[in-house]
């Protein structure tokens, strides 16, 4: 099942509950790639592994840990010195924070890349407080409607100094209203974590392309100014980081869309009402015909 299956599965435009009855939620023990390809690998090493989540050791300080509900959907550990991020919450991975008090023993700040259920899973009501864009406060009725902790709302250009470790909120709608990306300030590490703001190859579009091609341009921009190399993104596969070259790629879609100079193909079954496709640079882009191409 491959990360664009998967994330449709969970736009704002379906029952989430309904879903998770359906065999889109048929786990395999160990996640899989796109159907009819062997088991995905991983550079980095095992650290551990429970029946809802795999976790991986990016470096020292960072981690990366998949669950198997909907096309490996992932979560991020980002430890400083004083306290750590944690990085959406999976789709459902029970005792989520002892698990993350067993790679961490600082702190804990959950924050959201955006309000779907493969990122805002059942794992929230683990904690206290989470952390969401308020343009994604439109998905909280149907996707966070029981959790019963503090919201508390993101500010573009915010920046979350763990000690020793500073990241900064970039807002990236597109994927939804409230997409937000999170890259490192300083040190090594030059990249950055995107959530589904670029679709981990296959992008659902609930927005239009015109905020596509304003986040893509920004990002881009961003992305030169600062040495970024990748971005981590909402369904790691092993091998499908976000680079400058896939930013500049979308962006360069988003403008033929607009320009009316690329054509979508509307012949297709429409999945909640993304009912346009673009195919192009080894990405696929869904979209609402007509109201996308604004």
Not at 99 to 119: E, N, R, W
Request: glycine share 12%.
């Amino acid at each position: 099942m491959g990360a664009g299956v998967a994330a449709l599965a969970f736009s704002p435009y379906v029952n989430a509950e309904k879903l998770m009855e359906g065999p889109l939620f048929q786990n395999p023990v160990r996640p899989q790639g796109p159907q009819g390809m062997p088991p995905l690998k991983y550079a980095e090493k095992e650290v551990y592994s429970g029946p809802d989540v795999i976790i991986r050791q990016i470096d020292e300080h960072t981690w990366e840990g998949n669950g198997h509900l909907m096309a490996n959907e992932t979560i991020y550990i980002i430890e400083g010195r004083d306290k750590a991020i944690l990085l959406d919450a999976g789709t459902k991975i029970d005792d989520l924070d002892k698990i993350v008090a067993g790679i961490t023993s600082k702190p804990v700040i959950l924050i959201a890349t955006h309000v779907h259920p493969d990122h805002t899973g059942s794992a929230i009501n683990y904690f206290p407080e989470i952390w969401i864009n308020a343009a994604d406060t439109v998905n909280v009725p149907q996707f966070m409607a029981g959790y019963k902790g503090k919201i508390n709302y993101l500010e573009d250009g915010q920046v979350f100094d763990l000690g020793g470790r500073r990241i900064e909120v970039i807002f990236t709608p597109g994927h939804t209203p409230g997409s937000a990306t999170f890259f490192e300030m300083e040190g090594d590490r030059k990249w950055g974590y995107s959530g589904d703001a670029f679709g981990s190859g296959n992008l659902l579009l609930t927005t239009n392309f015109s905020t596509l091609l304003a986040t893509t341009t920004r990002i881009e921009a961003y992305m030169k100014r600062h040495g970024i190399e990748k971005m981590y993104p909402g369904h790691y596969m092993g091998a499908n980081p976000e680079t400058l070259q896939r930013i500049s790629d979308l962006k360069k879609m988003s403008a033929e869309m607009i320009e009316g100079t690329r054509k979508g193909d509307t012949n297709g079954q429409a999945m909640m009402g993304l009912n346009g496709r673009i195919r192009d640079y080894g990405v696929n882009v869904s979209y609402r015909d007509p109201d996308g191409l604004k």
